[in-house]
């Protein structure tokens, strides 16, 4: 049982480590083809992607450890251990981004979507306007957007992990 905790967290540190990795690699090829700001629902899909296969390879992972055992509340520790550590870790890359590499970024994002919002809204009045815009910069800044990328890193990794475990739980019971 000790041999299988200590898998357990191995697997979690492994592969959170390497989705939060590929997943700022992703993010930096964004950024390479100045599309930070507007980025192409391609890149959404391949992070979800990404997510999905890392999730997935860390739960067969530790189904193979576990002798073909997998309970579906192992399922999902492990699948949030490992969406957590790869949201911490971008969460890092995101501060060093918004900090050192772009630090307009929160400005110039707010600037993208005040024209948007005129865009898609052109009979919006100028008091509907003001407040859209200060509501836009309460809920972008570093603190709030570091909470919703581990918000939604943990609420994507239990849907994943929920489903994964469902489709490869088999316990010792059932044999």
Do not use: C
Not at 33 to 45: A, D, M, Q, R, T
Not at 66 to 83: E, R, V, W
């Amino acid at each position: 049982m000790e041999n299988q905790k200590s898998s357990s967290k191995q697997i979690m540190l492994n592969y959170g480590l390497i989705l939060g990795f590929v997943s700022i690699l992703i993010a930096v090829i964004n950024f390479a083809f100045g599309n930070v700001y507007e980025p192409h629902w391609v890149i959404s899909v391949l992070g979800a992607l990404v997510s999905v296969v890392f999730i997935v390879l860390g739960l067969k992972k530790l189904k193979e450890s576990n002798n073909g055992f997998l309970s579906l509340g192992q399922a999902l520790k492990t699948g949030l251990g490992i969406s957590l550590i790869s949201g911490i870790i971008y969460v890092i890359y995101m501060m060093l981004f918004t900090n050192i590499i772009e630090p307009e970024f929160f400005t110039r994002m707010a600037e993208v979507q005040e024209a948007g919002m005129l865009e898609k809204y052109p009979n919006m009045s100028d008091e509907q306007l003001e407040g859209a815009i200060a509501m836009t910069k309460k809920m972008s800044g570093p603190a709030i957007t570091s909470a919703f990328i581990l918000i939604f890193s943990l609420f994507f990794g239990f849907i994943v992990s929920l489903i994964g475990g469902l489709i490869m739980k088999k316990t010792q019971e059932e044999d």
